[in-house]
């Protein structure tokens, strides 16, 4: 499967110079979209696409364009996960409670790439309401993995990372909050970076677990995630745990060198039980940048395992409180019930799909008197310890941390029914949304076909460093990165 | 801890989510499968150990005290399902003494 | 029961009363958006995203707000914490847009206050603790009878700012709580922080109260008490609920922990049909906002520039004005009038004159009219000029009277109109006399019998002559005049 025919820089170029057409640009992409997406075998990346729209907007676009100043992504095509507020398609979270809702306002990340000159391209399928790791929970049906169309494209991003692994778009933008950009990434084999918390405005980002959320992006190459994240991230008055930090241009990270830096690799991450050829790719990879003259080292993050737990104890908790607002009152799906009660449940009910029930359920446990203190207080506390662990190590000298990104390649389809069992594939990612620090996966390799990830963990704020690895790791690879 | 199926009528009721009682049975066993993985948070020491405050430590910004608001550019009632004259309806509350309906 | 029967039951039973005040504060947008907080817009016209709670809004904090309700508790002598928390209060109403309340919870914005609302027989001091102010956001309102078998929601008050003000249970009387709401009332209007109005709903009261037998230490269970629109009502109301918790108990019973509502109509407490111990508000600290923090030098400043306090203002009247208390107590009940009060003294000078034309002639024009200082058109600097005009003697004291109420029509200051309706004092012997001459003949019998030794006739004859001068006439001049005249 090849990327898009051009990255993002490319077709900012292009499109600049006149080479190419906005409405053009679109075209193929619907195309290609039209290709992958329909009939029994479709990937179903899409929940909403509305292709007049599109192609109007570009032609609108296009005129504007060939004269205009060279803004950071004119005339590229940026999917946008569904939980992401857009003007024109619908916003449904792939939920059964949002069907059809269309937002009277639009998500600043989405403004602003407007603003860039990008084109918001159709709404991407996800997990109903951001929980899940395999976009096989939605009420959309799920969507499935380009590479490989039998496997989960992973989730909760399943749907943005499956348009730009399929090639339509080369950038989308989706949503972390244990891993939902970074373990699609990794089973589709494209980059996905989650940023610092804060450094990216939540404003228009459904939310679910505010103190995790983010909004991530996807690219088919480094450049194409860094140039995008450049445009979206910045302070937004809107939203209050917004940094107020300046913006560099992530993109100049291409040219840094990475000779006498320090790599940490964290025991934590390569268990006994990992799959080894998963570590073979990972300690491929370290190899490659150790030639290009980085220092490896061995550390420790001894709260690792305890992310799961705190993690599916903080999140549900806030997701039982951020969801109390689909009650059927004023937008969206309302059923009828016995008096205002039963409208509330029989709308809840039949709104919401079983997973989401049951964090709701959880959430609302962990929370509720007498369970605060030993469940919620306690997993804030861990996570300040967890929080604490990264601190310390890069406070030693360590500049980047490297690590697998998921213990497993993408699953089959309805392989994997537990929940418990699928909260697993959280494990590496986890950390990172409860630490709040930055982290991205790229591809480093496959193994029977099906892609590797490996992850860069960065401190607060430190997507600069991160992008100058991973650049450096991406041109050392070459092709590499998908064999 | 075990949950049992009380609590989960009672969680259910706070969370307004109507559960059939198969579902609500079904709930008694996977919120204990889960929260029983949970139950390593509880031997870890935490004394003195702050709960995380958000990772900015610059503080809550303010704005200033005046508008304009965000602007909707559909009106309520394009995407409220009742409005009449203005207001949104709801069913009537059956005790509306109060704020919090039972 | 009367109340001398309660004064009874009070002789063995101990009534404790905490009251729980909402107050909406005064700013121009909301708490955690830029909406209007502006009242009597149509219905759903002033909201947005955020207080809509629509998937994806996020809160952003009022500065005033914070500013308001940080002035208010200092106000209150409470510490204002640097450091303070917002937390979620969970609960489904239809006018709780988010489904929860962003609200203060673990670490509120002040503690530890105290208000002074009366004096003992013994000159001490009855104080009202003040556990905590934190600051809140308002719902929407529901209105339940409008049409048959729903209820209309509307969500324009939805995100206003309030504070609410939770005291100690340190009142002991229906009078005590009802000189604390009075008392709290007059210290936020002074530091002009929100119009605390009961029947405009900017002041909201709930009440907790127990009962004990005098001579025990420990609280008795209590109840809330909700739904009442005025401070009379408070008073009442728990009097009411007193009374039967005094009841219940004497028969030997228990009471039970519950909602009461306060139906004024007819007079009566009655259990809420909501049911209690159903609300688990699940607080936790609310993620999209992040700690509140104060420099400490801004609370310092905050306070050194609070505006002045009823109580110092009251001490600054006696000592400064030489005012009794009859006449400060109605000067300075309301902030407003107290501040026109001064303006009219120090421009003219002599507080006592100012006192009684402010208490009389001007809170009498408020209240035939619409009360509303801010558009009385008597501006201080003019009634002080017309006070200067009566001291200097360039007119009477009638013609005053009468200049102001064409003061009050018109606005036109008071010289302007002395001069155009002829109101200028005459204190010219030749006309004085002649109008004097007119009188004695008009009034033959009266004139004789003043001459006569009659001298409580000197009013009348005086009467008559400032009648006929239409009040322009000095009545000092003119009663030389007439001793002269008809004197012995």
Not at chain 2, 12 to 39: F, K, P, Y
Not at chain 3, 120 to 143: F, L, Q, W
Not at chain 3, 214 to 234: A, D, I
Not at chain 3, 350 to 374: C, F, I, T, Y
Request: net charge negative.
């Amino acid at each position: 499967m090849s990327g898009p025919a051009h990255g993002a820089g490319a077709l900012r170029e292009h499109t600049h110079r006149g080479a190419l057409a906005a409405s053009d640009t679109v075209a193929s992409a619907l195309e290609r979209a039209d290709e992958v997406n329909a009939g029994r075998d479709g990937l179903n990346i899409f929940v909403s696409l509305d292709e007049k729209h599109l192609r109007r907007h570009a032609e609108a676009c296009s005129g504007f364009m060939a004269h205009a100043e060279p803004a950071p992504l004119l005339g590229v095509p940026v999917a946008i996960k569904d939980n992401i507020a857009s003007l024109h398609h619908p916003t449904t979270c792939g939920s059964r409670i949002l069907a059809g809702y269309r937002s009277p306002y639009e998500a600043t990340v989405v403004r602003r790439l407007r603003a860039a000159g990008a084109i918001p391209f159709g709404k991407t399928n996800m997990d109903e309401f951001a929980m899940g790791s395999s976009t096989e929970h939605s009420a959309y049906g799920p969507t499935r993995n380009p590479v490989a169309p039998d496997r989960v494209p992973g989730g909760s991003s399943g749907g943005s990372a499956a348009a730009v692994a399929a090639g339509i778009v080369p950038v989308a933008l989706g949503s972390e909050t244990g891993g939902s950009v970074r373990q699609p990434a990794a089973f589709c084999g494209i980059v996905g970076v989650k940023p610092t918390y804060g450094r990216v405005s939540r404003f228009g980002l459904v939310a679910f677990a505010s103190s995790l959320d983010q909004v991530g992006v996807f690219g088919a190459t480094v450049d194409d995630a860094a140039r995008t994240l450049g445009v979206i991230a910045g302070r937004d008055p809107l939203d209050s745990t917004s940094a107020d930090l300046p913006v560099p241009d992530y993109h100049r990270a291409t040219d840094g060198a990475i000779r006498g830096l320090v790599i940490g690799r964290p025991k934590e991450y390569f268990p006994e039980s990992l799959d080894p050829r998963v570590r073979q790719r990972c300690d491929a990879a370290l190899e490659k940048l150790r030639e290009l003259g980085a220092e490896i080292r061995d550390v420790s993050l001894p709260h690792t395992e305890l992310a799961i737990p705190v993690y599916y104890i903080v999140a549900p908790a806030e997701a039982s409180s951020n969801l109390a607002r689909f009650d059927g009152v004023r937008y969206g799906l309302r059923m009828e019930g016995d008096g205002l009660r039963g409208m509330y449940e029989a709308t809840r009910s039949r709104g919401f799909g079983p997973e989401v029930t049951r964090r709701i359920m959880i959430g609302t446990y962990v929370l509720s008197a007498g369970y605060y203190d030993a469940y919620y207080r306690k997993a804030q506390q861990v996570r300040t310890l967890i929080t604490g662990d990264f601190a310390r190590v890069f406070a030693s000298g360590v500049d980047v941390l490297f690590t697998p990104t998921t213990p497993t390649t993408a699953f089959p389809i309805g392989a994997i029914s537990d929940p418990y069992e699928m909260y697993l594939s959280d494990i590496f990612t986890a950390t990172a949304n409860l630490a709040g620090v930055p982290a991205m996966s790229q591809p480093i390799g496959r193994v029977d076909g099906l892609p590797v990830g490996g992850q860069f963990i960065a401190p607060h704020f430190g997507e600069e460093s991160m992008f100058t690895f991973a650049y450096a790791l991406e041109r050392a690879l070459g092709d590499e990165a998908r064999s | 801890m075990a949950v049992t199926i009380h609590d989960v009528r009672h969680v259910a009721a706070l969370a307004r989510l109507g559960l059939t009682d198969e579902r609500a049975a079904s709930l008694v066993q996977e919120m204990n499968t889960i929260l029983a993985h949970m139950d390593a948070l509880s031997a870890v020491d935490t004394t003195g150990v702050d709960a995380v405050a958000g990772v900015g430590a610059g503080g809550l910004p303010v704005r200033a005290d005046k508008g304009p608001p965000l602007p909707l550019t559909r009106s309520l009632d394009a995407f409220a399902p009742s409005v009449r004259d203005g207001f949104i309806l709801v069913p009537r509350l059956s005790t509306h003494d109060t704020a919090e309906e039972s | 029961m009367t109340a001398p029967a309660i004064d009874a039951l009070m002789r063995d039973w101990e009534m404790v009363v905490g009251l729980e005040v909402h107050v909406q504060l005064k700013t121009r947008t909301k708490a955690f958006c830029a909406c209007s907080t502006e009242y009597g817009a149509p219905p759903n016209t002033n909201v947005c995203p955020v207080c809509l709670a629509l998937p994806g809004a996020l809160p952003t904090l009022n500065a005033h707000a914070v500013e308001l309700a940080t002035r208010a508790a200092l106000a209150l002598g409470c510490t204002v914490h640097a450091n303070s928390v917002f937390a979620r209060k969970n609960y489904f109403y239809p006018d709780l847009p988010k489904g929860y309340q962003i609200s203060q919870f673990d670490q509120p914005l002040a503690t530890d206050g105290r208000v002074e609302i009366g004096r003992r027989e013994d000159g001490s001091p009855i104080n009202v603790g003040v556990t905590r102010v934190h600051m809140e956001e308002d719902a929407g309102k529901s209105v339940h009878d409008r049409y048959a078998g729903a209820t209309a929601i509307d969500l324009n008050r939805a995100g206003v700012p309030l504070i609410e003000i939770v005291s100690e249970p340190d009142m002991r009387s229906a009078r005590e709580a009802g000189a604390y709401l009075r008392v709290l009332k007059q210290i936020l209007e002074y530091m002009a922080v929100s119009d605390v109005s009961m029947e405009e709903g900017s002041l909201r009261v709930d009440a907790n109260v127990s009962a004990r037998r005098r001579g025990q230490t420990r609280l008795g269970t209590k109840t809330e008490v909700k739904n009442m629109n005025s401070f009379s009502g408070v008073e009442r109301a728990l009097e009411m609920e007193f009374i039967r918790q005094v009841g219940v108990l004497e028969q030997g019973g228990r009471i039970d922990q519950q909602t009461m509502l306060w139906d004024g109509a007819a007079g009566q407490v009655r259990p809420s049909r909501t049911k209690e111990g159903s609300h688990d508000y699940r607080y936790f600290p609310e993620p999209d906002l992040p700690p509140l923090l104060l420099e400490q030098g801004w609370i310092d400043r905050t306070l050194h520039e609070l505006p002045e306090l009823p109580a110092a203002r009251r001490a600054r009247f006696a000592s400064e004005y030489a005012l009794g208390d009859y006449d400060i107590d109605v000067l300075t009940a309301d902030p407003v009038i107290a501040d026109y009060y001064e303006s009219v003294t120090r421009a003219h000078g002599d507080s006592k004159a100012a006192a009684n034309w402010v208490m009389g002639e001007v809170l009498a024009q408020l209240r035939a009219g619409d009360g509303d200082l801010a558009t009385f058109r008597v501006r201080p600097h003019d009634l002080a000029e017309l006070l200067n005009l009566v001291r200097d003697g360039v007119v009477s004291h009638t013609a005053a009277k009468q200049i102001f109420a064409r003061m009050v029509a018109t606005g036109d200051p008071p010289a302007q109109i002395a001069e155009r309706e002829g109101l200028v004092k005459v204190d010219d012997d030749a006309q004085l006399s002649r109008w004097l001459d007119e009188v004695v003949a008009e009034m033959p019998t009266e004139a004789e019998r003043f001459r006569n030794g009659e001298r409580k006739l000197q009013g009348v004859l005086i009467g008559a002559v400032m009648k006929k001068s239409k009040g322009r006439a000095d009545p000092r001049r003119l009663n030389q005049l007439l001793a002269e005249r008809l004197g012995r």
